[in-house]
């Protein structure tokens, strides 16, 4: 199984971009996707995810900004993110949730980039 991610790249503060992150191969284990990001010498972060029965979870500081969505939320998902901060700035990784206790897939990694 393999993740794909797209969408980053370099916007002004205020600006918009919309990530996204879709699978290849068996989805069977898969219960939810979401997103990560991580800036350079820090920890990976929660960003957002669905589940496959559609409940969204998001991080307290992207609540208004940021909207997770799914045409299958076991398959490919959206995120799109409006009024952009340079706090933003990380790299973002889509990630796959998975039952029994199996270690969630991970996608490659997208920079997004929010200049002042």
């Known amino acids: 199984v393999q993740l794909q991610a797209s969408g980053g790249g370099l916007v002004q503060a205020g600006g918009s971009l919309r990530l996204s992150c879709t699978t290849s191969?068996?989805?069977?284990?898969?219960?939810?996707m979401g997103w990560y990001r991580q800036v350079p010498g820090k920890q990976r972060d929660f960003v957002a995810y669905?589940?496959?029965?559609?409940?969204?979870r998001y991080e307290d500081s992207i609540k208004g900004r940021f909207t997770l969505s799914g045409d299958n939320p076991k398959k490919t998902v959206y995120l799109q993110m409006n009024s952009l901060k340079p706090e933003d700035t990380a790299v973002y990784f889509c990630?796959?949730?998975?039952?029994?206790?199996?270690?969630?897939?991970w996608g490659q990694g997208t920079q997004v980039t929010v200049s002042s």
């Open positions: 990630y796959a949730d998975r039952s029994f206790g199996l270690n969630p897939y």
């Open positions: 191969g068996s989805t069977v284990t898969i219960k939810g």
């Open positions: 669905i589940s496959k029965d559609g409940t969204i």
